[in-house]
């Protein structure tokens, strides 16, 4: 490996465990590192630590990776720089269940509480299914240009979905606007043990994918040249992609601009190489994501700021900073 | 290598290609040309098994496309289609080394000596290894060109399909790859498969030309069986001229402009001459085809004036060209426009004769000096010594010329000077036999290229029976007027 790369990969891994250890060490109770392993000299931060903070961080972290990894490989995908993990629409439909969930106050009984990321996983495993199949029934090579305006189609019609449920409810109103916002907050275990299987399996169907996205970046023709099975592997990445928007959508709502700014940060800092551009956009997901939580939390305590406002809010600038920086050195 | 049997297909339900069939042996370029629209690059992506045909099989080494697997079949040939951007720049090693993709396999990328070499010598071989850590987006057209083919390079395959490699790039650029690509041919026993725009090119550097129209193969084989005069204007639907390659045994053809320029009528007259003290000049106000052997502008072109000089007969000979050059310059002739000739005889003894022909008047002037009298039958006796040409003859034709009327015009003139030195009998001094003309004669033949075509110019056709009657005629009266100033 280049030198370079190891730096980058270094210093991902260096930026995320410090946002873990800050996620889970500020707050309301100061934590000091020993709590991790050392339940007996204060069992109390011992139980935020293990039982609030953690898994929030963890949360934020593989919804953060998720979307930022997904939204890496569908840029690549499409060749489009402003796509993003919600341009195939897969997030509307997942939005469309959860906003369905609250709005008809739905509640599947055994699992209870879970029934909204239930629900959501399923609105965004079906609204997959469709636009997949519809852009193919348009065009059996599945174009970028069609699968782009496919999603377009979907987002739009399940938007306005979206919008006839808020118009017409009553007192859920700011619950549901709440959950658009995105939030990360008072998930727990349960909800990381949801998300988990679905964040592997996708993140395991783009990074045997790497080289292929590296080869598509030069057309359908020129890939299928190069060797690469390209409707096979198209077909994967977009499940893959998929997968990990429509869990990490369910479980904690739109979060916006992780998924498009991210991968471009990591794309002008470490190169478009999709071997790494995958993985560590992967880790640099997961810290902004932890650390705009963090911010979300803490900022106007005891009060908590929806997620979604912060990742803009933080992540605007400091891409603004690195784009700057690039143009400058490169040009 | 490649067999290609009866194709056809298309895109959708409308049929592009139809049955088409041809051959392709190992170590050959193969240029693939027809009008636009006419499936060219649809056979390339047939081929590439990129598109499924409808009907027909692609044979490579034996074995039809659809048995390899995707990533087999990228061993075996690559194709380049026309050039595009892409949205996220990378760096020029990164985009070749993607054409390493179908030789690594496994779960992890395996990226071995073999992968490195290749891409190594993809990038020497393109002339781009100085770029090799900048970014594609910050290069030219050119350049960029050439780092995809670097990239088709290092996916070495044994047949390469190329769509207009040579698309946006300037000649020099054009030149570069081609040559390159030629160079792989022949030295790697390289297969290539290409679509050309250009039907020069494609004869210069291809074995064979594929000539398609509307989907179906009009002509295969070698560019001199393919590229006749008459197929390529009614394939392309255009006027075009084939004239052969001045270095190259390959044909090239020239588009036939149809606007003429109507400004002024394109004749000549004897006003045109005109004398002077160190020259006699022509000067007309439109080019005139010429064929000639003079010191400036020599061989076949067209050419708006003449001059024929008198020097002393010590001028330094050695450096003639610019000299030539030179003294044109400042006597304010367009170096590139006119054909010069050098005399020792003075230009007052110039003879200019008026012929007025059915087709157009024509017009003869000779200078001639005859000390350096010689008979060619005899030359071989002599040593090579060179001086300033005694015996310089001009016909201007107002008519049109073919290529073997412009031959003939040029015998009939020379024979009918032979003629004169024997009527006058003027002898050659080391033989003691007849001369046929001068040691540096030089003649220059001059046409309109108006009215109506003469397709010959031998000594009975009405523009043979006027040069050799006129050339005769003023040759002898300069070889008087030469005797003249002597005595």
Redesign the interface.
């Known amino acids: 490996m280049k030198k370079s790369m190891v730096f980058a990969y270094s210093s991902s891994i260096i930026i995320l465990l410090a946002s873990i250890w800050l996620g889970v060490s500020i707050g309301s109770a100061d934590i000091p590192l020993s709590t991790l392993w050392d339940n007996k000299t204060n069992p109390s931060a011992y139980s935020i630590l293990w039982g609030i903070r953690m898994p929030r961080v963890i949360l934020a972290g593989l919804v953060g990776a998720s979307l930022a990894i997904a939204g890496a490989a569908f840029q690549g995908l499409l060749k489009n720089p402003l796509a993003d993990p919600y341009t195939l629409g897969i997030s509307s439909g997942a939005s469309v269940g959860a906003v369905a969930t609250i709005f008809f106050s739905l509640s599947i009984p055994v699992i209870g509480v879970y029934t909204l990321p239930l629900i959501g996983m399923v609105g965004a495993f079906i609204t997959m299914i469709l636009v997949l199949s519809f852009a193919r029934l348009i065009d059996r090579s599945m174009k970028m240009e069609t699968l782009i305006l496919t999603g377009v189609i979907f987002s739009s019609f399940l938007g306005s979905c979206i919008s006839l449920m808020i118009a017409l409810t009553g007192q859920q109103l700011r619950e549901i606007t709440g959950w658009l916002l995105g939030s990360v907050s008072m998930r727990g275990w349960p909800y990381v043990q949801m998300i988990l299987p679905f964040v592997v399996m996708g993140v395991v169907f783009l990074w045997l994918n790497r080289r292929e996205l590296n080869a598509m970046m030069y057309g359908d023709e020129r890939a299928q040249a190069l060797g690469v099975n390209v409707k096979k592997r198209k077909y994967a990445i977009l499940a893959g992609g998929s997968m990990l928007t429509g869990a990490a959508v369910a479980v904690s709502g739109t979060i916006g601009f992780v998924g498009l700014v991210v991968p471009h940060m990591t794309r002008m800092l470490f190169g478009t190489d999709h071997r790494h551009l995958l993985t560590l956009s992967f880790f640099n997901g997961a810290s902004l994501l932890i650390l705009c939580d963090l911010v979300s939390r803490t900022i106007i305590t005891p009060a908590e700021l929806p997620i979604g406002v912060i990742t803009a809010f933080i992540g605007a600038p400091v891409f603004s900073y690195i784009f700057f920086k690039q143009r400058r050195s490169r040009g | 290598m490649l067999k290609v049997q009866h194709i056809s297909g298309g895109y959708g339900t409308i049929p592009l290609l139809s049955d088409i069939s041809f051959d392709v042996e190992e170590g050959k370029m193969v240029g693939i040309l027809g009008p636009n629209g006419c499936g060219k690059s649809t056979l390339l992506?047939v081929i590439?098994?990129?598109m499924s045909p409808t009907f027909g099989t692609i044979m490579i080494d034996g074995n039809d496309i659809n048995e390899y697997?995707?990533?087999?079949?990228?061993?075996k040939?690559?194709?380049?289609?026309q050039l595009?951007a892409?949205?996220?720049?990378?760096?020029v090693r990164?985009?070749v080394s993607?054409?390493r993709?179908?030789h690594?396999s496994g779960?992890f990328?395996s990226w071995g000596a073999e992968d490195e070499n290749a891409v190594k010598k993809a990038m020497q071989q393109t002339d781009i290894e100085k770029y090799e850590n900048q970014?594609l987006e910050?290069l030219s057209g050119g350049e960029q060109q050439r780092v995809?083919i670097a990239?088709a390079l290092a996916?070495v395959s044994k047949l390469l399909?190329l769509d207009e490699p040579t698309n946006h790039l300037d000649i020099a650029h054009q030149k570069q790859i081609l040559d390159m690509i030629r160079k792989e041919v022949i030295e790697s026993n390289l297969t290539v498969v290409s679509v050309f725009h250009d039907i020069n090119l494609a004869s210069l550097y291809c074995d064979e030309v594929l000539l398609m129209e509307n989907g179906k193969v009009k002509a295969f084989g070698p560019p001199h069986e393919v590229l006749l005069e008459e197929r390529i204007e009614d394939v392309y639907k255009t006027q075009i001229s084939i004239q052969a390659h001045p270095e190259q045994p390959k044909p090239q053809m020239t588009i036939l402009p149809v606007i003429q320029e109507q400004t002024k009528e394109k004749r000549i007259t004897v006003e045109n001459l005109k004398l002077n003290e160190e020259y006699i000049e022509f000067r007309s106000h439109f080019p005139l085809r010429v064929l000639s052997s003079a010191v400036h502008n020599a061989g076949l072109g067209w050419y708006a004036n003449f001059m024929n000089r008198t020097v002393k007969p010590d001028y330094d000979i050695e450096h003639v060209k610019e000299e030539y050059l030179q003294y044109l310059v400042s006597k304010g002739f367009s170096p590139t426009n006119t054909v010069g000739m050098m005399t020792a005889v003075d230009t007052s003894k110039a003879v200019i004769k008026s012929y007025e022909m059915p087709f157009g008047e024509v017009i003869i002037a000779v200078t001639a000096g005859v000390g350096n009298a010689i008979d060619v039958s005899q030359s071989y006796k002599r040593n090579n010594f060179f001086e300033v040409g005694t015996i310089n003859t001009w016909v201007i034709i107002n008519g049109k010329l073919s290529d073997e009327a412009f031959v003939q015009a040029m015998m009939t003139a020379t024979e009918s000077k032979a003629k004169a030195l024997q009527e006058e009998e003027v002898y050659d001094c080391i033989s003691n036999t007849l001369a046929t003309g001068t040691t540096t004669d030089s003649l220059l033949i001059a046409a309109t290229q108006q009215g109506e075509l003469m397709q010959y110019g031998g000594p009975i056709t009405e523009v043979g029976k006027v040069i050799g009657r006129g050339v005769f005629e003023a040759t002898v009266e300069a070889i008087h007027t030469y005797r003249k100033g002597d005595s």
Do not use: N, V, W
């Not at chain 2, 892409?86 to 760096?91: I, K, M, Q, R």
């Open positions: 992506k590439s098994g990129i697997s995707t990533r087999e079949l990228a061993r040939m690559t194709i380049l289609p595009h892409s949205a996220f720049s990378s760096t990164d985009t993607i054409g993709y179908p690594q779960f990328s970014y910050y995809f990239q996916q399909l």
